[in-house]
């Protein structure tokens, strides 16, 4: 009988509709087929879903064309985010002819925005920098690949980030400056006579970043949604870079805005708000400057877009109860293939004073928990910036299932919690979001829920960056330690990550390797191998472009090198950044839950 834990993994799993703009009751999905993620076409009026793709890695990078007649998909190779751009008809099958509708190398993705009439801006990257092409693709089923005309180049890091409901104007987001943190916004033309001339610019200087969320979806209509932080967190303007007319959004909330789109009838605004681990969605008039809250009020939404009606579609999930695709207008919208997900425990919020203020938490307890302190995974998130919500996460279910507390903290550099909060891990890379994590568990230890002799420290990404520095920095605290797909020795992962990342780190310390050193070393978990004591496990993806396979190499060789080296497992995958196929994920988390439980008793 499959445990509820693997079950969890095993459910069906389906992502929020991504309909055509010209044809909405076409959409594009990502849902599971034979225990892999891939891209289907969704036929909104029946319900029906076709699977479209069938990679063995999976498929998860899609959309659809304005008109519905068309899947586009990146191909990249075992999850190495390193590839270029399919499309295939809607309702095709695996087995069906994709095409390669444009005349550009293989390269890392930097955006892709579908206009009307074959408009198709695509975003690319290399060691080389970005780019950004806008193409002119038939709408027929065949034809030589469309040459593009290049729009936007530049040695730092950018991406295409939206498109005018016209395809004549196109937003980049960039880092000229040379800070991917905190991105400046250029509008150009695509038009052939005028293509790559500049419209306007908005920037809004060294540590405040801007977004370019969505242009109004009407003919001749330049206003640009923006993202911007000039009052110490993430909130909104409405934009015109044809006139320079810049209009706040007042939302008279509390939190952050994390992400906006247009109503329809572009009079009114979808708003997603992360506050204290969760995330809201409102509706803000712009004519009358009110904001009504609309959908749940628990749990956490995960994404949401409107409809012409002016439905709206979303995702939503709590610690306890399972993710679903939900419509404003009528309850379910799409149910996931197979089977549902067991339910697991409510999350309880958690408080304790940090070096550098309040720190919140999320603590799941077992349900049958005893009243002594309990053993506890101390799951650390990656990014950094983003954040712990109170949303549905089988791995830490599975934890909770063996009789562990799950403790994941809001740390400084996590979102959600200002501008400040975010950007305060800069000071000490490493070691301030260390200094939280600390602070949370000792009061939690202090209180009696916690037992200090059986505390796992584990994260994945940035987490298991997280989770290998704190087995170094603060030994005397963690009994194991669970790093996946971790940065672990920093200058190698700078020589070996792919160029976007290289721009965050430069971004976040200042510098390159060779410009700051002494900043990487300090940083770097391999400096602090020689005084990891935890039995450690390390998985690590074969072909991540993020978190490369040789820096975890120098990192494991330093270890086992020790003549009192810690006890140290290895789980290597053929994949990249993580893995969307069921038996894979569960052969992780089953590596995880037996490595931690030879070593701590629940």
Known sequence: MTQAWEARFRAGHVSLPDWAQDSPDRACVIASHDGVRQVHSLDVTSGALTVATSRPAGTTDATISPDGAWLWWFDDSGGDEYGVWRRQSFGSGP???????????????????????????????????????????????????????????????????????????????????????????????????????????LDDGAGLGLGALAFAPRDGDARLLVQ???????????????????????????????????FEDADALLVAVDHE????????????????????????????????????????SSAAQPRSVRSLASGVLLEAPGTTAPPSVVAQDVWAEGPGGRVHALLRRPADAPAGPL??????????????????????????????????????????????????????????????????????????????????????????????????????????????????????????????????DRSLFGGSPTDVPEAYRLASPLTYAGAVVAPVLVLAGENDPRCPIRQIENYLGALTARGDAPVVETYRYEAGHGSYADDERIAQMRAQLEFVLRHVQP
């Open 228 to 262: 911007h932080e000039r009052a110490g967190r993430p909130e909104l303007l409405v934009w015109d870079p044809t006139t320079g007319a810049s209009d706040a959004v007042d939302l008279g909330l509390p939190g952050d805005v994390a992400d906006a789109d247009w």
């Open 95 to 201: 087995d069906s002819t994709a095409r390669t509708p444009l005349d550009s190398p293989a390269a890392y993705g930097a955006g892709l925005l579908l206009g009307l009439d074959g408009v198709v801006v695509v975003g690319s990257s290399d060691d080389g920098g970005t780019r950004v092409h806008v193409h002119e693709v038939s709408p027929d089923d065949g034809g030589t690949p469309a040459p593009g005309r290049l729009l936007y180049e530049h040695e730092q890091d950018a991406a295409a980030a939206a498109l005018s409901h016209d395809g004549a104007l196109v937003a980049i987001e960039h880092s000229e400056r040379g800070d991917n943190r905190h991105p400046a916004l250029r509008v150009l033309r695509t038009a052939e006579d005028a293509a790559g001339a500049v419209v306007a610019d």
């Open 375 to 504: 053993p506890v995974v101390v799951e650390v998130h990656g990014g950094p910036t983003a954040h712990e919500t109170d949303s549905f996460a089988p791995d830490l279910a599975a934890w909770v299932d063996h009789g562990f507390a799950v403790l994941t903290v809001n740390y400084r550099g996590s979102t959600g919690y200002g501008s400040a909060w975010r950007d305060a891990l800069e000071a000490s890379v490493g070691f301030t979001e260390l200094e939280d994590v600390a602070a949370v568990h000792a009061h939690l230890v202090a209180q009696g829920v916690l037992d200090p002799a059986r505390s796992v420290l584990a994260g994945a990404s940035w987490g298991g960056y997280l989770t290998l520095l704190g087995l170094g920095t603060q030994p005397e605290r963690w009994s194991v330690g669970v790093a996946g797909v971790p940065v672990a020795d920093y200058v190698a992962a700078y020589e070996d990550e792919m160029d976007s990342l290289q721009a965050f």
């Open 277 to 316: 681990a969760r995330t809201r969605l409102y509706r803000h008039d712009l004519t009358t400057g009110t904001t009504t809250p609309i959908g749940p009020d628990d749990g956490t939404v995960g994404s949401a877009t409107t409809r012409p009606d002016g439905d709206v579609w979303f995702t939503w």
